[in-house]
């Protein structure tokens, strides 16, 4: 029997999403899924959802629930993460309002830039008590890691705990192929493409319809008329013109939304430049709105799970669960994954997390080879990979200084700040996120 465990459960929605997946397929049904977080209000209300879910579906699967993270893990086949370690308060807020005390001015602060760099301070260290406690007792798991800041909590498990088999996934692919489909008026079925790159910053280099026609033509003269974007699906107030600027003049679109693509490049977020926030309806501040705004949800959320005689279990486009099933059945499934560069793209520096389609099966998540990226997106690329690689640095080695050097190479920031503002403010916010970080890059004073 196939046995999940869920690290950070009380994430209730995402928790439904890949566990109602699972009773989707017949090698799964039956699974235990072990769901695990330190809130137990939240994890109770998860696993009321999973139950419910269940008797929907007249599966046999078997949940069981823990605050002992190692309990949860012994003799799992899958885990899956997915926590947001300091939540939004305190460590969102202060991810964003001490920048601002700077004029620095962040949307989404959870990938690069200062936001992202605290966040992989703050975030991998418990991914490294996962794998040390699956090294322990579930060691020929799969981890499947949801969490942010990607690419840089993917670079840290492989070189921390290399023997651990782990898998960044994100959806940000499956999301941009919806809102494509919607612009162009197509199904998402009839799109075919390839996408390669670091993650929130892969780009389709393949992109056509079914008859193998390319899409980009469509989708430039649709920008340049003023056609499109038309309004996104997935995040109505936030506009998705900085990814078609951009593919003006790079050549390619972009896998991840326009508000999160806006503050990892510097052209967008410019002291003085309003109207540059203005004409590309970049959303400041957007993720703590969308904090608040879930937090409120949440209320009437939980009331109608709690209340509801059955739960609707429809299949969402998370990967988790196909993966599974692949590995489980043997049936091939291609996957978008997040994995330490061995080679499969040559293009950028062995080690880095890269973003690349993957062949699932028995014998688990295997990395496909892309040698075609153009070369102005290899270099935007390493501009990304520069941060994440500081960042690894300071937390494998304790080195607070490679973390003042990380938010220095940050595109955006260094667009906005100089050398003594960016020290003085990593080291505000080193001392302000006090207990949340490791304590070896606490209590900093700027020099």
Request: proline letters at 6%.
């Amino acid at each position: 029997m196939t046995k999940l465990t869920f690290i950070g459960a009380g994430s209730t929605i995402f928790m439904k999403n890949i566990v109602g997946d699972m009773l989707h397929f017949e090698a799964l049904k039956d699974a235990t899924i072990a769901l695990m977080d330190i809130d137990t209000t939240r994890l109770a209300e998860s696993e009321l959802v999973a139950k419910k879910m269940i008797a929907t579906m007249g599966t046999g699967a078997k949940v069981e629930t823990y605050t002992d993270q190692r309990r949860a893990l012994e003799g799992a086949d899958f885990v899956v993460t997915a926590f947001q370690i300091g939540g939004y308060d305190p460590c969102t807020i202060t991810d964003f309002e001490l920048p601002k005390q700077y004029g620095l001015r962040q949307t989404i602060a959870d990938t690069l830039g200062v936001g992202g760099i605290m966040r992989g301070l703050r975030t991998v260290p418990h991914l490294w008590s996962v794998a040390r406690d699956m090294e322990a007792v579930c060691p020929d798991a799969l981890l499947m890691q949801y969490v942010n800041p990607m690419a840089i909590n993917t670079w840290a498990l492989a070189e921390r705990f290399p023997h651990i088999k782990q898998v960044g996934l994100c959806h940000s692919v499956q999301n941009t192929v919806q809102e494509l489909a919607h612009d162009l008026d197509m199904a998402q079925s009839d799109i075919r493409y390839k996408v390669a790159g670091v993650n929130h910053v892969a780009f389709f280099l393949r992109l056509e319809d079914a008859q193998g026609n390319s899409l980009y033509p469509a989708l430039r003269n649709g920008y340049r008329s003023g056609a499109l974007p038309k309004p996104p699906l997935l995040m109505p107030r936030c506009g998705n013109k900085v990814r078609y600027e951009v593919m003006e003049h790079l050549g390619y679109f972009c896998t991840e939304s326009s508000e999160h693509l806006a503050e990892y490049v510097p052209w967008f977020i410019k002291e003085g430049r309003d109207d540059l926030i203005a004409e590309f309806g970049i959303p400041l501040d957007e993720y703590p709105k969308r904090c608040v705004e879930q937090q409120a949800d949440w209320k009437d959320q939980a009331v109608a799970l709690k209340t509801a005689a059955a739960i609707d279990v429809p299949k969402s486009h998370e990967f988790a669960a196909e993966m599974m099933n692949a590995m489980v059945t043997g049936q091939p499934y291609t996957a978008y994954g997040n994995l330490p560069n061995t080679g499969q793209i040559p293009q950028l520096p062995l080690g880095a997390a890269v973003e690349t389609p993957c062949l699932v099966d028995m014998n688990g998540v295997q990395p496909s080879v892309v040698t075609d990226i153009p070369p102005q997106l290899v270099a935007l690329m390493r501009s990304q990979i520069n941060v994440q690689e500081l960042t690894v640095r300071a937390l494998l080695n304790e080195e607070p200084e490679h973390l003042y050097h990380a938010a220095m190479m940050d595109p955006h920031t260094a667009a906005e700040l100089d050398l003594r503002q960016i020290r003085s403010l990593v080291s505000d916010l080193l001392a302000a996120h006090g207990d949340w970080i490791p304590e070896w890059a606490r209590n900093r004073k700027a020099a």
